[in-house]
């Protein structure tokens, strides 16, 4: 086990982090950490709560230290963070989280706040300030609920002070988070001051960011094993994969973290390596998911230790994804999309596939559809990803092949009385436009997806994939 070999007593908090979930405490504190211990200790973090009194009682309990565990196929490597110096949970103290904001070491703040809590509107790309918090923070700005109230009431602050801002760094695992954080405190601000939301626009910086790190809830089992096998009575440790990238535009407004020398990409231009994670791996998982769970299988692991469903995300990425996309510096194609296999394989990192099954009506036009459309332009396969988008329709039929029910979940409960109704007929719901788009009445999609629903109605998925493929390598 790995214990921290700085004097903790000698961080000084640089960073306030709002969210301080499993995701980030086996992400940006691990590297933070890394940084640390090689002597960086001017960077350290303040912990913030809006939701979870828990996770600061037993992080107080434990000295702010808690225990990453990485689980290869091989066995565990543990690891105790101890970069957080101190954990501040808001509705008990907003006064004390505006004091770290606004403290003139404050010169960044990470979010890890999920996707829904910028609460942009999916369809018109809107800030939706409806929120009875929302409405509360404008009209008490001094005792803000809400992450944005916080933000805006701390830069104002420091405005007025005439100190500079902070940076403003979204570590959430979705695209343009940057662009989706400027937008939600702009927008906020704007509804308060626009000479505020003017000034925030301009001087405060809101780096896109990309991360990527499998990291399942820790369950009550998962604390035994680890406390019987380190010796640690952690109560809250995280289990996460060894596996771990994270790549952040390199535009900062009041200094930065030299994380370069810890692995993390300091880059120009964050979307083609948002472009490779999205059309590679979470198309990937989407196509597993369906297919998979159809096919009876219920976790990732399950599901790749299939030589035929294997067999199936090898040429899905390496035929039909691979070559759409860019090549990317420092990243290799070849190894990343290896790895992928590698990751999605290991047994001990399990993911459930009715979870990476959740909100298709928005992964399926995100993460699939775009490379169907190069792939038709540039007249290449993409029969597997019809496969795929197949898979789709007959889950949302509610029901498996033994009758068993689905977990259907997402944002566009309306589409599934489409697809029940349309039955084994693809056009209904090929012709939902806030979906497909134009591509789905273009008859080299239509018909693909068509011939493939018909072959999971007749068949299953797994015989369905060997015929794709088989014709794949007939072609």
């Not at 980030?24 to 350290?44: I, K, P, S």
């Not at 290869?72 to 105790?80: C, I, K, N």
């Not at 801002?165 to 662009?179: A, E, H, I, K, Y």
């Not at 020398?261 to 059309?279: I, N, W």
């Amino acid at each position: 086990m790995s214990v921290p070999t700085y004097d903790r007593s000698a961080l000084r908090p640089a960073i306030v982090h709002i969210g301080v979930g499993g995701f980030h405490r086996a992400h940006q504190a691990v590297y933070l950490e890394e940084l640390a211990r090689r002597g960086a200790t001017d960077w350290g973090v303040i912990g913030v709560g809006l939701h979870s009194r828990a996770i600061g009682e037993v992080l107080a309990d434990q000295d702010r230290l808690w225990t990453v565990v990485e689980r290869a196929a091989e066995g565990d490597r543990a690891t105790v963070v101890g970069v957080l110096t101190d954990y501040l949970y808001a509705p008990d103290g907003p006064e004390k989280v505006l004091a770290a904001l606004t403290a003139e070491e404050t010169r960044v703040v990470t979010l890890t706040i999920t996707s829904t809590g910028y609460r942009i509107d999916a369809n018109t790309g809107e800030f939706d300030a409806d929120d009875p918090e929302i409405a509360r923070d404008l009209e008490e700005p001094g005792r803000p609920h809400t992450v944005f109230g916080f933000l805006v009431e701390a830069l104002h602050r420091r405005r007025e002070a005439g100190l500079p801002p902070f940076t403003v760094l979204s570590c959430d695992n979705m695209q343009s988070n940057g662009t989706a954080a400027r937008g939600a405190v702009v927008s906020f601000a704007r509804l308060r001051d626009a000479a505020l939301a003017e000034w925030i626009d301009d001087n405060v910086a809101f780096p896109e960011s990309m991360v990527d790190r499998i990291t399942p809830s820790t369950s009550p089992d998962d604390r035994d094993a680890i406390a019987a096998a380190i010796g640690v009575d952690d109560r809250w440790p995280v289990v996460t994969e060894p596996f771990s990238q994270w790549v952040i535009q390199d535009t900062f407004c009041n200094g930065r973290p030299p994380l370069e020398a810890v692995g993390v990409q300091f880059v120009d231009d964050v979307s083609p390596y948002e472009l490779v994670k999205t059309r590679l791996l979470n198309a990937g998982h989407s196509a597993l998911a369906y297919l998979g769970y159809l096919a009876g299988y219920r976790t990732t692991d399950e599901v790749m230790a299939d030589p035929v469903f294997r067999t199936y995300m090898t040429r899905l990425m390496a035929d039909e994804i691979a070559p759409h996309l860019p090549q990317v510096p420092g990243v290799d194609l070849a190894e990343y999309q290896a790895t992928l296999l590698d990751r999605l394989a290991n047994p001990r990192m399990a993911d459930q596939l009715a979870r990476l099954g959740r909100r298709g009506s928005s992964k399926i036009p995100n993460y699939i559809l775009p490379t169907v459309r190069s792939a038709i332009e540039q007249d290449r396969p993409h029969q597997l990803l019809c496969l795929a988008v197949a898979g789709w329709l007959r889950f949302l039929r509610g029901a498996d092949y033994a009758g068993e029910e689905v977990p259907i979940e997402g944002p566009r409960p309306d589409l599934v009385p489409i697809a029940q109704e349309g039955g084994g007929d693809a056009t209904p719901m090929l012709s939902e436009h806030s979906v497909f788009d134009h591509i789905g009445t273009d008859p080299r999609f239509a018909e693909c997806v068509q011939r493939a629903l018909t072959g999971l109605d007749r068949t299953g998925p797994r015989e369905m994939i060997e015929e794709f493929l088989a014709a794949g390598a007939r072609a």
